[in-house]
């Protein structure tokens, strides 16, 4: 069983940055493929960024490309993302996940879940 929990969430001003952690337990995360979706109220949830099981690949939403980093430390069993320029509408709930394949964008493929962590973005 992994088990995956979120920090590093708060309110900050448009432009700010914060920094996302994602601490894992149980079982290695070297297997798993690591990604970070957000849900902002009334919308569904939508792929973020994401890290291969190697951490030599990434990928990243549009809409973040630019000015989020994902990364992980292996020897920490947590994984990052680095959140910079900050705008009103990143607002929205974080959730780490993690999936037992070679990459994947869409939610259906994680199949362990934080229990995500609020970002505010204030103009």
């Known amino acids: 069983q992994v088990q995956l929990v979120e920090s590093g969430g708060g309110l900050v001003q448009a432009g700010g940055s914060l920094r996302l952690s994602c601490a894992t337990s149980?079982?290695?995360?070297?297997?798993?493929?690591m990604a970070w979706f957000r849900q902002a109220p009334g919308k569904e949830r939508e792929f973020v960024a994401a890290?291969?099981?190697?951490?030599?690949?990434?990928g990243y939403a549009d809409s973040v490309k630019g000015r989020f980093t994902i990364s992980k430390d292996a020897a920490k069993n947590t994984v990052y993302l680095q959140m910079t320029s900050l705008k009103r509408e990143d607002t929205a709930v974080y959730y780490c996940a993690a999936a037992p394949v070679a990459y994947a964008v869409r939610a259906s493929s994680y199949d362990y879940w934080g229990q995500g962590t609020q970002v505010t973005v204030s103009s």
């Open positions: 890290i291969t099981r190697s951490g030599v690949s990434t």
């Open positions: 149980g079982r290695t995360f070297s297997g798993f493929t």
